[in-house]
């Protein structure tokens, strides 16, 4: 039987009081999704308000279009899910056997303390499955505690958008949350790459990638989990 997996995406669209559009970043959904979508997984598409994905706009553009990138504006079937996700407080965690977590800076906003989203990964890490987030998206593990009561990310190697990668972008002090700091403040055993290089920590249950080109490397370690 194919394996089911749960994507779980922003709903929210605006960088803070910058009034610039943000959303999803396009090549962290695109290569996980093809990665398991050609591994014959079937993919269910949520977020926070059901229905549209924002996609970050800078992600649309030429040098942000990967292969995987370039192959979703192309696939109208894909293109159409992604227009009408089920709402996050619709999905249950035994429906599935495990969940990806696709960044952009929107899971900042509203995946960040959804309770929605806390409830479903600490379902799915106490039935045993496992869990992936990338760049920005592992912002949602903050407040997610493990079956024993401590935080999730206590004493576990992790990863994701590093500060010094924020500083680059010119947003450490538009966002609402850091990613490096969250989880270091958590207990993480916060572990880098140079900024945007590649880096994926698995440890345990928990697949976390540092940045947009360690997208598909989580995918892939997802699916050796499930393997």
């Given at each position: ?12 669209d605006?960088?803070?009081d ?7 970043w ?58 009408s ?5 619709d999905?249950?965690a035994?429906e599935f ?22 409830k479903?990964?600490?379902d ?44 680059a ?9 850091l990613?490096?700091?969250?989880l ?7 572990e ?11 440890d ?5 990638g ?18």
């Amino acid at each position: 039987m194919s394996k089911r997996l749960l994507m779980v995406m922003t709903s929210h669209d605006i960088m803070g009081d910058t009034g610039n559009k943000t959303g999803m970043w396009l090549e962290e959904f695109a290569a996980p999704y093809y990665a398991f979508k050609d591994k014959g997984y079937n993919i269910t598409l949520a977020s926070p308000l059901g229905g549209e994905v924002p996609i970050d706009p800078n992600s649309l553009a030429d040098d942000a279009l990967t292969d995987d990138a370039i192959r979703y504006t192309k696939d109208e079937l894909t293109r159409s899910a992604v227009s009408s996700t089920i709402p996050l407080e619709d999905v249950r965690a035994e429906e599935f056997d495990a969940i990806f977590y696709p960044g952009g800076h929107g899971p900042l906003w509203d995946l960040s303390d959804n309770e929605h989203s806390i409830k479903l990964i600490e379902d799915t890490i106490a039935a045993n499955k496992p869990v992936g987030a990338v760049c920005h998206a592992p912002i949602v593990l903050k407040d997610v505690k493990a079956p024993d009561g401590k935080y999730l990310v206590d004493g576990k190697a992790v990863t994701g958008f590093t500060n010094s990668e924020e500083a680059a972008m010119e947003l450490t002090n538009v966002v609402p949350y850091l990613v490096e700091d969250e989880l270091t403040k958590r207990g993480g055993k916060f572990e880098k790459a140079d900024d945007f290089a590649v880096k994926v920590c698995t440890d345990d249950l928990l697949v976390t990638g540092q940045n947009p080109p360690s997208s598909r490397p989580a995918a892939d370690a997802l699916i050796k989990l499930l393997a």
